[in-house]
């Protein structure tokens, strides 16, 4: 019974021992948010933090790819509509058949 009893606090030790060398070792990840940029280029700024020391960095190519998209279109935006005073686009007016043929235009010249 007593062989038993010391087994068993021998392995609840080791346990222990080893789940805090775990967590010790373990870094949790930070994500990079900058408020500046869109939601899309902020997911590839941490696609790219994570995917840094692989050797395999497809993953990174649609991040990025949707991060170039997004700033086009919003360049194009405020090329063609204006900003607000923060530098923020104005919303696409599909009322005006002019400013959205030359908004749709500016959109492919990415493609």
Sequence with gaps: MEKKNLFILILIVVLLTLMSIT???????????????????????????????????????????????????????????GADKDGNPNPVLYDDSKLYRNYTQCL???K
Excluded: G
Excluded at 53 to 60: G, H, L, N, V
């Design 108 to 110: 492919s010249e990415l």
């Design 23 to 81: 967590l010790i070792c373990c870094t949790t990840f930070k994500p990079i948010w900058e408020k500046e940029l869109p939601a899309e280029c902020n997911m590839t700024l941490n696609v790219y933090k994570m995917y840094y020391k692989t050797e395999d960095k497809s993953a990174i190519v649609p991040m990025t790819e949707a991060c170039v998209k997004k700033l086009h279109r919003q360049s194009c935006q405020a090329e063609i509509f």
